[in-house]
Structure formats: C-alpha cells, structure tokens
T-cell receptor, first 115, second 111 residues
C-alpha cells in the first residue's frame, strides 16, 4: 500500500491564481481531511469528509473548496490564491468516521507559496 | 483557539537522556494522541490514550493522562539522535469528527 499520496510536493502561485492539491489513499478509509501547518500554529483543520459525497468545514475553511466523489480521492481547491494561504498542506485519512479511537495517517505534504 | 498546547516549545538533550514533553488542553476529551513529525515529512501516529486511562507504554514511549488537570505527558526514554523531530499532541472531543492539534515541541537529541 502506498498509504496517503499528495501531489504536488511544491507549488508556487501568484495571487489570484487557482489550483488543486491532490490527495489519494489506497487504504479504503472512510474519513479524509485537509490540514494546513503554519509556524507556531500547529495543524489547523480546513475541511473533512466522512465518506463519498459528504464534506464538512473545519476550523479554517475560507478560500478553500473540497469534493469527495470517490472513497479514494479528496482534492483541495484554492479558488483565488492569497499570500495568507502560503503554508504546508497535509492530507490525512482514518479508517472510520473520524470519531472514537481512530488514528490519522498523513501524506507527506504540499509546500505552497503564494506570491 | 487551540485545544492542545505543548510545553516546552523546544527541548535539546544529549543522546541517552530522557525527554519529557507536556500537553495541556481545555475541554473534556474522548482521547488524546501523540504524533511525531520528522523535518519535511508528514505526521506519524505514536500512541493513543483514552480518557479513562492514566498511563500507556509503547516501547521507549510512556504517556500519562491526568483528566483532572487536563494534561498529558510524553516521556521518551534513552533518547537517540533519530528521535530528533517535532512532537504534537492531538485531542478528540466527545463525538467530534476532528482531531485538534497543538503547536508542537521541537526535540533535538545531540549525539
């Protein structure tokens, strides 16, 4: 199993550009999520999904869209990039519905810079 | 505001010494988890402790939980240079579909 795969690893955007961060998992996990990691802030939840066709907002959803058309894929879209979205983005998944004793499996991250 | 806060923010020790880092949180939890992040990599799950547990061990790791003080500690015994990483606590509030992470402790183990 490859686990959680994120692409690209690095990306530079200009303000106002749009892009999609890809995330795929091959563990048949129901729960998938996107976090951003900023220095001194830890990880903050952007959006999450408890199954295909179901998404919900996390702590910092503004400026980001998600969809979940399949169990495997959970892309994150930046509609109009802003410098405040410069960050490292992590996709994570877990086996269940995101409750109880489930642990998260993380991808290796996407480092995004918005100029 | 963050649910979990780690202390200290940074810790530097010699190889072979023990490393202790702490996590405090604000609201009642279902469980608390510890994760490790090596530089430039994603987070890796280390250990989970439930709210009705007080202590758990996994290899050189020992985690304690004090729900009355809303705090947890992670002890790494006989540290190695390979333990150099950032360590994060994450809490799951009852019935919440998300883990909330603290800002992490950067551990450096000097050879």
């Amino acid at each position: 199993n490859a686990g959680v795969t994120q692409t690209p690893k690095f990306q530079v955007l200009k303000t106002g550009q749009s892009m999609t961060l890809q995330c795929a998992q091959d563990m048949n996990h129901e729960y998938m999520s996107w976090y951003r990691q900023d220095p001194g802030m830890g990880l903050r939840l952007i959006h999450y999904s408890v199954g295909a066709g179901i998404t919900d907002q996390g702590e910092v959803p503004n400026g980001y869209n998600v969809s979940r058309s399949t169990t495997e894929d959970f892309p994150l879209r930046l509609l109009s990039a802003a410098p405040s979205q410069t960050s490292v983005y992590f996709c994570a998944s877990s086996q269940g519905q995101g409750v109880n004793d489930e642990k998260l499996f993380f991808g290796s991250g996407t480092q995004l810079s918005v100029l | 505001s963050q649910q979990g806060e780690e202390d200290p923010q940074a810790l530097s020790i010699q190889e072979g010494e023990n490393a202790t880092m702490n996590c405090s949180y604000k609201t009642s939890i279902n469980n608390l988890q510890w994760y490790r992040q090596n530089s430039g990599r994603g987070l890796v799950h280390l250990i989970l402790i439930r709210s009705n547990e007080r202590e758990k061990h996994s290899g050189r790791l020992r985690v304690t939980l004090d729900t009355s003080k809303k705090s947890s500690s992670l002890l790494i015994t006989a540290s190695r240079a390979a333990d150099t990483a950032s360590y994060f606590c994450a809490t799951r509030v009852h019935s919440a579909r998300q883990l909330t992470f603290g800002s992490g402790t950067q551990l450096t183990v000097l050879p």
